[in-house]
């Protein structure tokens, strides 16, 4: 079997698992994802198998399209929903013109540290396993490129 497979991955697994899951499944060895997911996030993770395994590199040098949810007014210690709360405060009233006036400051080039608890390989290793075993390891600010900023939805 060759050709890419597009998996809705769930929270609670980790872009590795699926690759396993896929390969025992299939009884493949030759299968690969284009991009790893936070394992509490959920989303689609393209996966090649058999001699599609070479547009790999190609696939993960391409733009990707997210879409959050965010909660104003809670800290985490993880900066998601699944971390302990560090700091609550009550958000009354959100000012979407303020909120609609602050979003192209964020679109371009521009410096990212990436949060302990993210999939991020420093030293072959990923963050939140750094994390876990309470371990401090130096996280360096990257570049990243937004292209666009969009405001889907909004719950009162």
């Known amino acids: 079997m060759n050709g890419i497979i597009n998996v809705l991955k769930p929270p609670g697994m980790t872009s590795h698992d699926v690759i396993y899951f896929i390969r025992k499944t299939l009884n493949m060895k030759k299968v690969g994802h284009t991009g790893t997911l936070d394992p509490e996030a959920a989303g689609v993770l393209p996966v090649c198998v058999g001699k599609a395994t070479k547009a790999v590199q190609y696939i993960t040098e391409k733009r990707k399209r997210y ?21 609550q405060k009550q958000i009354d009233v959100l000012d979407m013109n303020k909120l609609k006036n602050i979003l192209p400051m964020f679109i371009g080039d521009i410096k990212q540290k990436p949060p302990i608890y993210s999939a991020i390989k420093i030293k072959g290793k990923k963050l939140y396993e750094y994390a876990r075993k309470n371990e401090t390891v130096e996280i360096s600010e990257r570049q990243v490129q937004i292209f666009d900023i969009k405001i ?5």
Request: proline share 0%.
């Open 67 to 87: 879409i959050t949810n965010i909660k104003f007014g809670l800290i985490t210690e993880t900066y998601d929903i699944y971390g302990a709360i560090l700091e």
């Open 152 to 156: 889907v939805d909004m719950m009162k």
